[in-house]
């Protein structure tokens, strides 16, 4: 079974073949635009862009016509094809509007149509993300949000303004939110009705941190990229997620909720509050099995002479163990030999429905890598070994075993 628009290529490419519509207005953020109509053409998605006239003083329309190579609409009174915004609006699955400006979120409001933007978005049924660009003071004004509170009981879905420093060299919240966090909001709206909707997905991600002293750690090479793919890909068929993780260098996909732990003792204790209500429970952290016994208060030093240095450890709980509930559970083996025989006793003893290995020695593998092959072994005894793909791929073939066991 596979969710609603679920194709293959949609689980490499997550907004393969879908048709997104992207309105320009005239901002300096304008150039971020750019950028996104190109990341949004690579991941798939098929890309038409309406620009006011503003916006085609700050980039071209030619730069956005060679990034999406698709026609660009930026003249009202073009004699060619005066009801192309029309056809752009019918098509859509979904308008963006980046960077929206002041006015345009007035326009918006009001239902008026200056410009091809604001008649494209009067002319589209599709559900409209805003992605909004001005000056702190402008953004906070009451008629600004007075504007917003409208839209939003509209339907419209807004993704920033973002906190930082502004054109004007002044800081404020009026920049627009970076790409990837457009993007993860477009991809949570299209995914909204998904076969996750309704359900909440707790994830486990990345290493823990036992302290040794106060600057020192045992840790472990969990990058958390695998528990951050299962996250993005249940955001992307409409969970509502809960990332609970270690320290990793990786940004939260937008529209999840995140709870930074550093150690096995605190993994657990935010687990046990985030499944309270969870419809399912991956578990793709890497927890430490043992820590270090009493770390020290202060940093230890060494002394003339020393040529060891003796730590004792002790167990830490496992957690998946000691969790009651979660829902469907999902375990994960990291093995380097014997992986059946292994991955079979922990599905058993930590009350899994399914366990995903994979061997952390074979080559596109385990850490840090963009890929994974896994075999799946299941409380039933079924073994599905599956091909090497994606670690987003291999998240969506996770959260399809999910479904089937959750009946
Ligand atoms: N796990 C856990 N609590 C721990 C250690 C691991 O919940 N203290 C979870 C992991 O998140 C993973 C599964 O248990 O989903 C298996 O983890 P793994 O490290 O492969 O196995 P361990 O049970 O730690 O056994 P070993 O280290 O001996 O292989």
Same mark, same amino acid.
């Given at each position: ?257 995140? $709870?930074? #732990? =550093?150690?096995? /003792? &605190? ?6 509050? @985030?499944?309270?209500?969870?419809? %399912? ?46 829902? $469907?559970? #999902? =375990?994960?083996? /990291? &093995? ?6 292994? @991955?079979?006793?922990?599905?058993? %003893? ?58």
């Amino acid at each position: 079974m596979t969710g609603p628009g679920y194709t293959s290529s949609r689980r490499t490419l997550p907004l393969e073949g879908r048709r997104v519509a992207l309105g320009v207005t005239g901002s300096i953020a304008a150039y971020k635009a750019a950028d996104l109509a190109s990341k949004l053409t690579q991941a798939g998605a098929m890309v038409e862009v309406v620009m006011t006239a503003a916006a085609a003083r700050f980039v071209t329309p030619l730069t956005f016509q060679s990034l999406t190579r698709a026609a660009v609409i930026d003249d009202m009174f073009a004699a060619s094809e005066p009801e192309a915004h029309v056809e752009v609006a019918r098509r859509a699955e979904a308008f963006v509007i980046a960077p929206a400006t002041a006015d345009c979120l007035a326009n918006l409001a009001q239902g008026m149509t200056p410009d091809m933007v604001t008649l494209t978005a009067l002319a589209t049924t599709a559900p409209v993300l805003v992605a909004p660009a001005m000056d702190g003071q402008m953004w906070e004004h009451p008629a600004t949000q007075a504007n917003v509170a409208t839209l939003r009981a509209r339907g419209v879905c807004f993704v920033g303004p973002m906190p930082g420093r502004l054109a004007s060299g002044r800081m404020g919240a009026g920049r627009m939110a970076e790409v990837p966090q457009v993007t993860g909001a477009l991809r949570q709206l299209l995914g909204r009705d998904g076969d996750f909707a309704g359900r909440h997905v707790v994830v486990s991600a990345g290493g823990t941190q036992e302290p040794i002293d106060p600057v020192r750690f045992v840790g472990n090479r969990s990058t958390g990229k695998m528990g951050f793919a299962v996250a993005e890909a249940a955001r992307d068929r409409g969970a509502r997620v809960t990332i609970v993780t270690g320290p990793v260098a990786l940004e939260t996909p937008f529209g999840c909720e995140r $709870v930074n #732990v =550093g150690t096995v /003792a &605190e993994m657990l204790a935010a687990l046990e509050a @985030a499944t309270s209500d969870a419809d %399912a429970l991956v578990m793709a952290a890497a927890p430490a099995d043992f820590r270090p016994a009493s770390p020290a208060g202060q940093k230890i030093k060494k002394t003339p002479g020393q040529e060891t240095l003796d730590l004792s450890l002790a167990k830490t709980p496992d957690i998946l163990a000691t969790l009651p509930g979660g829902g $469907v559970r #999902v =375990g994960f083996a /990291a &093995e380097t030999h014997d992986l059946a025989g292994h @991955a079979v006793e922990k599905l058993r %003893a930590k009350r899994l429905d399914f366990i995903v290995a994979n061997d952390v020695t074979a080559a596109g593998s385990g850490f840090g890598t963009e890929t994974n092959q896994v075999t799946v072994f299941h409380r039933d005894g079924r073994v599905e070994e599956l091909p090497l793909m994606s670690k987003y791929a291999v998240a969506h073939a996770i959260l399809d075993r999910v479904l089937r066991s959750a009946g």
